[in-house]
């Protein structure tokens, strides 16, 4: 045998790629070389024993994961017959073999496949075809309940007859779903069209109903190899099992403490019952970490271990060991963007980093915001991986084109993009009169809208009325937003426009990000007008507001900048990726884990395994931070830390005092050791609905956002105001507070934490403080609204 496998493998690699004379499960940890094996494995199975590469079938789940394998054969083992062996995704794998079956299930070989966009769009031909409310039959919801059913291999026949799926219908509103899914099931096949969801379908049902079929591929696949098993679905779960139920010649290479993609209907159990479906499995576990220093690998084995659903192992590291994990703790989420911008900072300039070193990583795409204000106002660049800048989002930007279109309502632009968002029954030909009428007559498109038969537009009666509706709620906007501050408009257009109640109703994943996209666009008026107030300005409008994001989107959009950057992601969006420096943010309970995980063990433990994922990525720092205070759903919110703090080995934690970043006040610091050590009041987390029944998301939508019952949020109240973190106390004036407050005094700012008064100037209402904040700089404030207490 070849040496190189003894020389270049460490022993459980070793033994995890040369055994092949049964299934056999590869357990490996974070960081622990599982591309390795895998390649090492083909190249064993060709060169050493005699397996021809066409023979072989390796599975993975992205196509970046297929051409690393395929790069690292090539390059590093130099086998020429890569070309030759099957290996992709799932859905590219099965595509090719259904387009040589595909007589056999009544397609041809040259079938479509329908992207998410084909299959929305015919749902939503069916929908109105049916005479269905596209407000209640959603495109996007009905396509995840048929997507649903296909991924636990339920027919239309089987969906119309089971009771569950019915039910589950009936409390969501929406019982005609099962004929959707007859009538879009039908509709696919006229078109000789698949969705990606039928790829899958469509395999299991080949090799169910053709056993020749099956046994032809069964001989075809002399080995099968599976990674990230942990993320497999029933269905694909199902193919595997049927192409290698009498064989036995397969190797599934994951890790059950990586399992983090339930709500796209990944199960667990595939990996964590692997050896009871097939009884002779072989488990190797891969324990060596060969990217994160000691104390990172210990501190995130002292969080898992606190999952009791596991395959248990020791994960370990003999790199160096590092310094413990910073924890960071913030007056507000304002401070905490603060934070971690300053700690990069010295990072580089103690170690000489690269900005590419280092990743922000959050629970939700919503908190990018902070980060992404706080980076920009240090020059520092910035990516965000695997989406859009906050400012860019398609919610964003439709909610950001009302504020325009009711600052000018001569916009082209905003017009066009919201006359008909949300839906009023305004099409696109409506639209091109709109527009044709303006460019004949030189004049606006909403001087057209405004004087319709003036500019000889051509509508018909009910056109002209839902025409003038939407005039009527603008031009109602325009009235009010004279007597009214950004955020107080900005909140009346997001409620009164329908946008809240449009992103509310739908409750899938891609949707609650939306809602909370907006209601963190919300969180940043609130800010916007509260720290102008301070600072002095008390009349805010929406212009303002519009000016100063206009210089952050400008900024969004130059793509002069092609050096390195500090990249910006979600926990799920950073798995598979690694960094020497990670912030892991937003450690709070009810946003990590989240707050929508209900009262499910099984939920709880998933959010630990995000949490576990966060902190592997982290080669050589790992930071978490949380703040004490923060805005959501429209106003201000207090937490507390984290549980997921307290499942961390003390010992492997540095505290807010000895990181040296932020001060407790209260009770010192020792109070949060106490937290820490004895435990957070425990929330409850959701279960995994299983297939028929109602969703965790859809049982339990989040709280309504303040947004849709506004009110006036305490600091934007022009009352003079020195109250503490904990409530708004009504002071005395502004001559008062003058005479109180000191230079020397250290002071505790709601919103930026920390700070030493450095001057005090004139009297009465105008007397202002020069305050400077250990982690937001200097800053002059308005006293009669600057929001503190002065603690020395």
């Known amino acids: 045998m070849n040496t190189k496998y003894k020389d270049e493998l460490n022993e459980s690699q070793y033994e995890a790629v040369t055994y092949i004379d049964g299934p056999s499960l590869v357990i490996a940890g974070a960081g622990s070389g599982k591309t390795r094996v895998l390649t090492y494995k083909i190249d064993y199975l060709i060169k050493e024993k005699g397996y021809d590469a066409h023979n072989i079938l390796a599975l993975t789940f992205t196509n970046k994961a297929a051409r690393e394998i395929v790069k690292r054969v090539n390059r590093d083992i130099g086998l020429p017959w890569s070309s030759y062996i099957w290996m992709g995704t799932f859905h590219s794998v099965f595509a090719r073999i259904l387009r040589c079956e595909a007589q056999y299930i009544g397609f041809t070989s040259q079938f479509t496949i329908y992207d998410a966009a084909d299959s929305k769009s015919l749902l939503r031909s069916i929908i109105k075809e049916m005479g269905l409310d596209e407000k209640t039959y959603k495109p996007g919801v009905v396509q995840s309940r048929i997507s649903n059913a296909k991924n636990h291999l339920v027919t239309p026949t089987g969906y119309a007859t089971n009771k569950e799926a019915y039910e589950g219908d009936i409390a969501a509103r929406m019982p005609a779903i099962r004929d959707i899914y007859t009538r879009y099931w039908e509709r696919c096949r006229q078109a000789g069209a698949m969705d990606f969801d039928d790829l899958l379908m469509y395999t299991y049902i080949l090799f169910r109903d053709f056993p020749n079929v099956l046994k032809c591929y069964q001989n075809k696949f002399h080995y099968v190899l599976v990674d990230e098993y942990q993320d497999t679905n029933y269905a694909q779960h199902s193919i595997i099992l049927q192409l290698t139920k009498e064989n036995q010649r397969i190797c599934v290479v994951g890790d059950d403490a990586q399992s983090i993609y339930s709500f796209r209907g990944a199960d667990i159990d595939n990996i964590l019952y692997f050896t009871k479906i097939y009884p002779d499995t072989k488990v190797f576990k891969l324990e060596q970490n060969y990217r994160s220093t000691q104390t990172i690998v210990c501190a995130a084995n002292s969080l898992i271990e606190k999952n009791e659903r596991q395959i248990r192992k020791a994960v370990f590291s003999k790199k160096e060991k590092g310094e413990a994990i910073g924890v960071f703790q913030a007056y507000s989420d304002v401070e905490e963007g603060d934070i971690v911008a300053n700690k990069i900072a010295e990072l580089r300039r103690e170690h000489s980093y690269g900005y590419a070193d280092f990743a922000i990583l959050y629970r939700t795409n919503a908190q990018s915001r902070i980060f992404e204000e706080a980076l920009r106002k240090r020059t520092m660049p910035y990516k965000i991986y695997g989406g859009l800048s906050f400012y860019q989002r398609k919610e964003i930007k439709d909610v950001i084109a009302y504020f325009r279109l009711v600052v000018n309502p001569n916009d082209e632009e905003a017009f066009k993009r919201i006359i008909n968002y949300p839906a009023r029954g305004i099409g696109d030909t409506t639209v091109g009169k709109i527009i044709s009428a303006a460019t004949d007559n030189g004049v606006s498109l909403w001087a057209t809208l405004c004087e319709p038969l003036s500019y000889g537009l051509n509508i018909n009666k009910g056109t002209h009325t839902k025409l003038q509706g939407f005039r009527e709620l603008i031009e109602g906007f325009i009235t009010d937003q004279a007597d009214k501050n950004a955020y107080e408009i900005g909140t009346d257009i997001i409620r009164q426009s329908g946008i809240i109640n449009d992103v509310c109703q739908d409750t899938s994943p891609e949707n609650l990000s939306r809602k909370e996209n907006i209601e963190e666009l919300v969180n940043g008026m609130n800010d916007f007008c509260a720290l102008r107030q301070e600072e002095g300005n008390p009349n805010i409008f929406l212009t303002d507001f519009l000016s100063e994001i206009s210089l952050l989107t400008d900024q969004d959009s130059d793509k002069a900048d092609d050096g390195e950057k500090i990249t910006l992601m979600t926990v799920h969006s950073a798995k598979g990726l690694e960094f020497k420096n990670v912030f892991v943010v937003g450690m709070e309970e009810n946003l990590f884990p989240s707050g929508m995980v209900g009262d499910s063990p099984r939920a709880l433990e998933e959010e630990r395994r995000l949490f576990y994922v966060a902190i592997t990525r982290a080669e050589e720092h790992c930071y978490l931070s949380f703040a004490k205070t923060r805005f959501r759903y429209g106003k201000m919110e207090f937490g507390s830390p984290s549980r997921f703090l307290r499942d961390i080995d003390i010992d492997y934690l540095r505290m807010p005092h000895e990181a040296g970043v932020s001060r407790l006040v209260d009770e010192g610091a020792g109070r949060f050791r106490r937290e820490i050590e004895g435990g957070f009041t425990r929330s409850a987390s959701p279960s995994r609905a ?42 005395s004036s502004g001559s008062a507070l003058a005479a109180g407050v000191q230079a020397g005094q250290m002071i505790e700012h709601e919103r930026f934490g920390l700070g030493e008064v450095m001057k005090v100037e004139g009297t009465g209402d105008n007397a202002k403080a020069t305050i400077h904040f250990k982690n937001a700089g200097d800053k002059q404030l308005l006293l009669r609204f600057a929001r503190f207490k002065v603690i020395e």
Not at 692 to 697: D, M, N, R
Not at 704 to 728: E, F, T
Request: aromatic fraction near 2%.
């Open 690 to 731: 299983p297939f028929g029944s109602t969703s965790s998301s859809e049982q339990r939508e989040r709280p309504k956002a303040q947004i849709i019952a506004p009110s006036v949020p305490r600091n934007l109240k022009k009352v003079s105001a020195v109250g503490s973190s904990g409530g708004a106390q009504a002071s």
